[in-house]
């Protein structure tokens, strides 16, 4: 599986942001996407997953109620919509691809930045 993020750029604090992941290849074997991120000087974290069949969403505490994360199977795409943005948001932000029977996500795109001004 390939996977192409984007949608990546400068946003103003409390401002919202929409990030796409295209998959392509063998999008028949995905069980699900997952958003992470990687700020400057930190570890990547965890922002949330979809399941490819049946739309289940996950999402890290910190992101709830202010990150959106949806897929549009027909696309092969999954987007992380992302409101009320805060300055420590700013990151590089990847997706990620668990294939079925996959204990981990194992296909990662190249990551789009993300910055956030106060």
């Known amino acids: 599986v390939q996977l192409q993020a984007c949608g990546g750029g400068l946003v103003q604090t409390g401002g919202s942001l929409r990030l796409s992941c295209a998959a392509s290849?063998?999008?028949?074997?995905?069980?699900?996407v997952g958003w992470f991120r990687q700020a400057p000087g930190k570890e990547r974290k965890f922002v949330a997953s979809?399941?490819?069949?049946?739309?289940?969403?996950y999402y890290a505490d910190s992101m709830k109620g202010r990150f959106t994360v949806s897929r549009d199977n027909a696309k092969n795409t999954v987007y992380l919509q992302m409101n009320n943005v805060k300055p420590e948001d700013t990151a590089i932000y990847f997706c990620?691809?668990?294939?079925?029977?996959?204990?981990?996500?194992?296909?990662w795109g190249q990551g789009t930045e993300v910055t956030v001004s106060s």
């Open positions: 290849g063998r999008t028949f074997n995905i069980d699900a």
């Open positions: 990620a691809v668990r294939e079925r029977f996959g204990m981990r996500y194992e296909h």
């Open positions: 979809i399941r490819w069949s049946g739309g289940s969403t």
